[in-house]
């Protein structure tokens, strides 16, 4: 098959009339395009159809979508995957990775939304809109890959740009949200374009007078000093971990780190933290997609925390448990309200919770109170479930 930058935009144009609800556009060898819609992989039925990709036809849309970039493509070459943005016009933008598998290339392309999302719209907590009031300090927007970090990141920028004078500088892979100049003034860098590598982007920074940086993604050791330099020196720097929850968090920010620095970076850390918020998507009861927080704020039992480590009674996750007073929540303590709400099932609750046996016996609590029977056959069946992928695991290992 041919592929050219006309036809992909054709193609995609297709991709975006299938149904309004497509995320991912996936393109690999052996099957027929696809599109991610409410999280399940759907086969999207083409006037142009090109029928099942084979491995000659993958590397051709790879090609043709690089446009003959000669960065991404030393980028694919050297490290086998390359980022970057591309855009149908008038349509939608699109976050796209190539990656090298199994000898052949595939194409992942998200879709980004083509407005700036606000913390209203999106219905985000509390702590976003305290998270924006903040002078300076690190704050932290964690979790898996397709998430929502972006888009709350992005809804955070937004805000901060709609009520303060400013200059926020971004720092991206690839830039996903143009900002218009508000109240603030944004100056986005993408990666690649702009800046060499996020360290360098990071250090030219100090030069370009930002009161906000947010960068993209932290990835290595000296991208994290420069980070927790520029949050103790007045800026207050936005940023993203991939990581599950606040604990591991922390503790993946101190192992980036030789043991032997380890105490002067508790120190640096404990300072300027302010906050950790982390996300997930459940499935709900209609089948669509319910965002799940865990907040983590900065108070003096959490920067005792960091500065001396947990211990069997003292673990991040206790500390957030029973500091709801201010403001801070666990995962599962959201998954509860989440069921209590009858946004979620109790299944999807229990199979998410990171704590499983005290979510039960919140929830049977619940239950007791409003007159339900209590039954332990959930709780067993998700054991079983675990039981078989633990089996099936060990025989493919």
Not at 115 to 138: I, K, W
Not at 315 to 329: I, K, R, W
Request: net charge negative.
């Amino acid at each position: 098959m041919d592929f050219d930058r006309q036809r992909i935009d054709a193609l995609m144009r297709e991709v975006l009339e299938f149904d309004e609800g497509v995320s991912d556009v996936l393109v690999t060898a052996g099957r027929p395009l696809q599109a991610e819609v409410n999280g399940e992989l759907r086969t999207v039925a083409l006037q142009d159809d090109p029928g099942v990709f084979g491995p000659a036809d993958t590397k051709a849309f790879a090609v043709a979508l690089m446009n003959g970039n000669r960065r991404w493509h030393r980028q694919l070459t050297g490290s086998g995957a390359c980022d970057f943005s591309y855009s149908v016009a008038g349509r939608a933008r699109f976050r796209v990775n190539i990656f090298k598998q199994r000898g052949t290339l595939a194409v992942i392309m998200r879709k980004l939304p083509t407005s700036v999302p606000t913390l209203e719209l999106f219905g985000l907590p509390q702590v976003f809109a305290d998270m924006a009031a903040e002078n300076h300090g690190l704050v932290l927007v964690t979790g898996g890959t397709g998430t929502g970090k972006s888009n709350s990141l992005a809804a955070l920028v937004d805000s901060i740009n709609e009520k303060r004078a400013v200059h926020i500088l971004t720092l991206e892979d690839p830039v996903e949200f143009a900002h218009r100049h508000k109240k603030g003034t944004v100056n986005q860098r993408e990666l690649g374009l702009d800046f060499d590598t996020f360290a360098s982007g990071l250090r030219a920074a100090f030069r370009q007078a930002p009161k906000v940086i947010l960068v993209g993604e932290i990835r290595d050791r000296e991208t994290m000093e420069i980070v927790l330099q520029a949050a103790g020196t007045g800026h207050l720097v936005l940023s993203t971990l991939h990581t599950t929850d606040a604990g591991t968090t922390i503790n993946r920010i101190l192992g980036l780190f030789d043991s032997s620095e380890e105490r002067i970076v508790r120190m640096k850390l404990a300072e300027s933290l302010r906050c950790i918020v982390s996300q997930r998507l459940l499935p709900d009861v209609n089948h669509e997609r319910v965002a799940a927080f865990e907040i983590l704020r900065s108070t003096l039992r959490i920067r005792e925390l960091i500065l001396n480590g947990e211990s069997d009674e003292k673990t991040f996750y206790n500390v957030l448990a029973e500091s709801g007073a201010h403001g801070m929540q666990t995962f599962d303590q959201h998954f509860f309200q989440l069921y209590e709400q009858g946004i979620v099932t109790e299944e999807t609750a229990l199979l998410s919770a990171t704590d499983r046996a005290l979510l039960k016996r919140m929830i049977d609590e619940l239950k007791s109170a409003r007159g339900q029977s209590v039954s332990d056959l959930v709780l067993e069946g998700l054991e079983e479930r675990e039981d078989d992928d633990d089996l099936i695991g060990g025989i493919g290992r």
